[in-house]
């Protein structure tokens, strides 16, 4: 049986002056949302804390204008309009929204409550889920020259309204999903669309590729790189090259779509004492958390793409089954003669 871990122990306030909530999900993203509409089925009183100034997660900070297609019950969806209706139902409880908020610190009172310390405010909970995703993302800058002078005049490493591509030349470098996803979407308003990957393998999912391949208009060429940009107070020109012969050539573009991935940091929650492999939570069956001595935190869960475990698929639908999990866990944690499955939600009055 693992052992459950002796918390390192934050000073002990004043319990009058504690507003004490019975579960606090650090992260209001998709998963964090749907934990905090879960524990307000379960009539707990929650709490959620993030350091972005709005809800939704990547699907809002990141790629708003981006379709989601691997979310049931969804052909497509947008990730702003997936995000907003999972904001609507998050809040439907009223949980506590704490924004701009970043997690500093994590330790437990001696009477067990769990403390959060952030740069604005102190906070007490009964349980805690992490649901951060993989922490902070920054994208992967490419070092080429002009891509610094011309970022924001038409060199994006995102896309925050799509509208602003209609009708332009669009060079796309990337060979993942988000550079695939992003052809995808642009190619009914753009002019035209030509992606380079500097390899001829992609790490994207197999029906993307065939679409590429095979039934876009996207004109493609591997083993190529970004060499350098051109233009005059804007993009202009693209000179890629083929890294194999170094041949280079000039394509004349007005913008140019940098997906070659992200750099993630949990900050401040690798200080919190969690056990972690790489930037992920190991997680048992009830998604608790461990220490680094391998044993259990009391009143700590992972859920989302911070958890992990052998086999783990990192999908949104995976998240908000586990955030379900670590959610009627915690309740059975706070109330012992709660029933840790209180039934469908068809089944209950809402």
């Not at 102190?122 to 490419?142: D, E, M, Q």
Request: charged letters at 25%; hydrophobic letters at 40%; aromatic letters at 8%.
């Amino acid at each position: 049986m693992t052992a459950v871990s002796e918390p390192k122990i934050a000073p002990q306030e004043d319990a009058v002056e504690r507003d004490l909530y019975d579960v606090t999900i650090i992260g209001g993203g998709p998963v964090g949302l749907f934990g905090a509409f879960y524990a307000g089925m379960r009539q707990m009183r929650t709490k959620i804390i993030d350091s972005l100034p709005e809800l939704g997660g990547q699907l809002m900070a990141l790629y708003p204008e981006k379709y989601v297609y691997d979310m049931p019950g969804f052909p497509k969806v947008l990730a702003r309009d997936l995000a907003l209706d999972m904001i609507e139902q998050g809040l439907r409880f009223n949980p506590t929204v704490c924004l701009s908020e970043m997690a500093l610190k994590m330790e437990h009172a001696p009477d067990g409550t769990i403390v959060v310390t952030t740069q604005k405010a102190v906070h007490y909970t009964r349980t805690l889920v992490i649901a951060t995703g993989a922490g902070a993302f920054s994208p992967k800058k490419l070092d080429a020259p002009g891509v610094a002078e011309f970022e924001g005049r038409g060199v994006f490493y995102f896309v925050r309204n799509k509208a602003q591509f209609a009708g332009k030349r669009i060079l796309i470098v990337g060979g993942g999903d988000s550079a695939l996803d992003w052809a995808m979407n642009l190619e009914p308003i753009a002019e035209s669309i030509t992606l380079i990957h500097r390899r001829d393998k992609f790490r994207c999912h197999e029906e993307s590729l065939d679409w590429l391949m095979n039934r876009s208009r996207v004109k493609t060429y591997l083993w190529h790189e970004l060499g350098r940009v051109e233009g005059s107070g804007c993009v202009e020109r693209a000179v890629i090259f083929d890294n194999r012969t170094k041949e280079e050539k000039v394509l004349e573009v007005d913008a140019i779509l940098l997906n070659i991935g992200f750099s993630a940091d949990l900050g401040p929650i690798k200080e919190w004492g969690v056990r972690l492999e790489g930037n992920s939570i190991p997680v048992n069956r009830l998604m608790q958390a461990e220490d680094r001595n391998g044993n259990i935190m009391r009143g700590v869960y992972a859920a989302g793409d911070i958890s992990t475990y052998e086999g783990k698929i990192k999908l949104i639908a995976t998240g908000v089954g586990e955030i379900c999990t670590a959610v009627c866990h915690a309740k059975t944690q706070i109330d012992p003669t709660a029933k840790l499955f209180p039934g469908h939600s068809s089944n209950l009055s809402l």
